[in-house]
Each structure stands twice: as structure tokens, then as C-alpha cells.
């Protein structure tokens, strides 16, 4: 190759180079110095961070997932992968196996996308995952009556797990305990369900009301009591908890109004 030859070469060359220089190069070589200092990047740290590569526990577990993963996943990929081929070819039912294996591609994407929202919508009378799940669940623990409502805002309650709710302050005997929850439709209230009412005090008792804090219609209703045309949550269940037992339980009235014993 004469001289003129190299130097167009070259020529043609030096963008690649000054991209390949500028983008790989110059980061791994900048990214290799830096990682001698600490974390604020003034002061000289030697091989500390090296150290700690290889001595956070963090840090191994994410190495050690890292190997996992490069070992399992190809393995999994290429044993399914011989699975099909022999599923599809060597057997007799090897169309019926195309046909569940290739149907998906010739759905389009937003037939998909609409049967996935109906197969994990949130109501269980909608979607199938969730159908399965409850039906799962309600047959070995107790289902609950109003599985969609939840504290509204500025609620006194606040999730305490299981579909539960707990007051965010300690509640005393004598002061009614205000329970408002939102979320259940009207046509899905129970049929005992009737207007709420304000629970009254009574000495050495608590008293309460747990209804649906919500009035249809903007600027209506007052947030956190009870309006007119509110519903209670006839049926609910109530549960004194001290020190981490339960120590009385009680269900609302139609009205939403509850009583727990002295004990509680």
C-alpha cells in the first residue's frame, strides 16, 4: 500500500476512531482514574473502593445474583428451546402445540393489551387473575365484606396489612371513634345499610361510627363526618387491639354505629 493509500485509509478511519475514542476510550480511562478517589472525589482513596468491591455484603449479594442469573438464564432459554423443537416436530400433537405457541403472535397488540387489563383488573368480578386470587383466598380465610374500601384522605385510619385499618391515635372510653372509609359503590352496599349515624358516648365503653364518607356531588358533604345521605357499613367487623391482642370485637349496626365492651 503506497503512502497516498494510508493516508486516505486513515483519513476514513478518523471518525470511527474519534468516536470510538471520545465514547469507549476516554469514559473507561476517566471512569478507571476516578475510582481511586472518594466518594466526593477530591481525596486520593487508593484501592478502598476496590476493598469494598469485594467486601460489602450488598455488593457480593448483587455479584453473586449477577453469576446466578448468566448461568440459569441461558440454560432455562436453551433447554425450553429444545423442548419446543421437540414438541413441535417429533410428536404427534405437534400442531395443537404450534397453535398455543404461535396464537399469541397472531393477536395484535392492542387485542392483548385489552384481554391483560381484563385478566388483572382490580375487581374480581372483572379480572380472572384476581377472581382466582380471592377465590384462593376465601377459601382458607375469612373473606371480607367490603374488600374495596379504603381510609379517604385525611382519614384517621391508616393500612395496617390483611385488608385491615387501625386508628393512627390510641381511642379512650367515652369519645365516639370516627371510622370513615371510601371506595365501596352504593349499589354494592349491603342491603342492612342505612344512613349513618353519630355514635353517642357512653361511660366506659367505646363507641363509634364506621360508615362511607362520600356524598355524590362537588362542594357536598363534609370530609371526615357524617352527612344525610352517607351510608353505614352495616356488618363491618371491629376489633379493640391492646398491646398487640385483640381484646373485644363488635360489628357495626345498619347505621354504622358500634359498641365495644368495658374491656376493651
Do not use: C
Not at 471512569?31 to 472525589?41: A, H, K, M, P, V
Amino acid at each position: 500500500m503506497t503512502g497516498t493509500r494510508r493516508s486516505v485509509a486513515a483519513l476514513f478511519l478518523l471518525p470511527a476512531l474519534v468516536l470510538l475514542g471520545a465514547l469507549v476510550v476516554y469514559p473507561i480511562g476517566y471512569s478507571l482514574i476516578r475510582s481511586f478517589y472518594d466518594q466526593s472525589g477530591d481525596s486520593f482513596a487508593g484501592f478502598d473502593n476496590y476493598e469494598t468491591l469485594f467486601t460489602d455484603d450488598g455488593i457480593r449479594t448483587a455479584l453473586k445474583n449477577n453469576v446466578i442469573w448468566v448461568v440459569f438464564a441461558p440454560t432455562v432459554a436453551t433447554a425450553l428451546g429444545l423442548i419446543f423443537a421437540v414438541l413441535t416436530e417429533r410428536i404427534r400433537w405437534g400442531t395443537a402445540f404450534k397453535l398455543v405457541v404461535f396464537m399469541p403472535m397472531a393477536i395484535s397488540m392492542l387485542a392483548a393489551g385489552i384481554i391483560f387489563r381484563l385478566v388483572y383488573d382490580q375487581d374480581p368480578d372483572k379480572g380472572v387473575a384476581n377472581a382466582v386470587w380471592v377465590g384462593v383466598h376465601d377459601t382458607f380465610a375469612e373473606s371480607s365484606a367490603f374488600p374495596k374500601a379504603h381510609p379517604g384522605r385525611d382519614s384517621p385510619l391508616e393500612p395496617a396489612g390483611g385488608g385491615a385499618f387501625v386508628t393512627k391515635q390510641p381511642v379512650t372510653a367515652g369519645t365516639p371513634v370516627v371510622l370513615p372509609l371510601v371506595g365501596v359503590a352504593p349499589d354494592l352496599m349491603p342491603d342492612g345499610a342505612k344512613k349513618a349515624a353519630t355514635a353517642e358516648p357512653a361511660d366506659g365503653k367505646v363507641t363509634g361510627t364506621t360508615w362511607q364518607d362520600f356524598t355524590r356531588g362537588k362542594g357536598v358533604g363534609k370530609l371526615g363526618g357524617v352527612d344525610a345521605a352517607e351510608l353505614g357499613y352495616a356488618g363491618m367487623k371491629i376489633e379493640a387491639v391492646k398491646d398487640g391482642e385483640v381484646v373485644a370485637t363488635t360489628t357495626a349496626a345498619g347505621d354504622g354505629t358500634f359498641t365495644l365492651p368495658a374491656a376493651a
